[in-house]
T-cell receptor
Framework: GQNIDQPTEMTATEGAIVQINCTYQ??????LFWYQQHAGEAPTFLSY????GLEEKGRFSSFLSRSKGYSYLLLKELQMKDSASYLC?????????????FGRGTSLIVHP | DGGITQSPKYLFRKEGQNVTLSCEQNLNHDAMYWYRQDPGQGLRLIYY???????QKGDIAEGYSVSREKKESFPLTVTSAQKNPTAFYLCASSMSNRESDTQYFGPGTRLTVL
């Protein structure tokens, strides 16, 4: 299985930049997902990384280093609506199942 | 509109009763999943199905049962054997269970057992 670690909570100021880290240990890495989840709602897909490097999508970017077992989600120009939980999920191909395992999530609080 | 629906959004049951949570998708996805989410915990996999009439246990299947008689539907039954059933239940689907396929989630059902 995988061991996925993310900070429990982070706070940031509106308009600033925040980086949410995710580290993982897996024997058969096959991709990493980031999801956003507002309280009481469904997780929504943000990004997918399978190769090393940075993927940019508007205000959100995601970075992956497979050799370090490390990813981060970068949120720029923070808005109040970005206050949510951010879930890191790692896919492992061991055993032929490609179902992602989720970390506990990072609760981001954006304040004025 | 294409998507995943779960009903109801809130559900209350008495201890000892079985309860079935609905999950329907019209995305033509082959794979469907059930997760449980507790405060401070990540999503934990209960059951998944890669194709009609087939399903596999996830990490925490004890006390739960599922069926997959139709491609569009993957209902979850929380039985009286589940010791701590109060939780937020999320259903998801994906095109398949292969590489790069993204999971899409329903709005969730919050089950409270009194």
């Amino acid at each position: 299985g995988q061991n996925i670690d993310q900070p429990t909570e982070m706070t940031a100021t509106e308009g600033a930049i925040v980086q949410i880290n995710c580290t993982y240990q897996t024997s058969g890495f096959n991709g990493l997902f980031w999801y956003q989840q507002h309280a009481g709602e469904a997780p929504t897909f943000l990004s997918y990384n399978v190769l090393d490097g940075l993927e940019e999508k508007g205000r959100f970017s995601s970075f992956l280093s497979r050799s370090k077992g490390y990813s981060y989600l970068l949120l720029k120009e923070l808005q109040m609506k970005d206050s949510a939980s951010y879930l890191c999920a790692v896919r492992d191909r061991t055993g032929g199942s490609y179902i992602p395992t989720f970390g506990r999530g990072t609760s981001l609080i954006v304040h004025p | 509109d294409g998507g995943i629906t779960q009903s109801p959004k809130y559900l209350f049951r008495k201890e000892g009763q079985n309860v079935t949570l609905s999950c329907e998708q019209n995305l033509n996805h082959d794979a469907m999943y059930w997760y449980r989410q507790d405060p401070g915990q990540g999503l934990r996999l209960i059951y998944y199905s890669q194709i009609v009439n087939d399903f596999q246990k996830g990490d925490i299947a004890e006390g739960y049962s599922v069926s997959r008689e139709k491609k569009e539907s993957f209902p979850l039954t929380v039985t009286s054997a589940q010791k701590n059933p109060t939780a937020f239940y999320l259903c998801a689907s994906s095109m398949s269970n292969r590489e790069s396929d993204t999971q899409y989630f329903g709005p969730g059902t919050r089950l409270t057992v009194l």
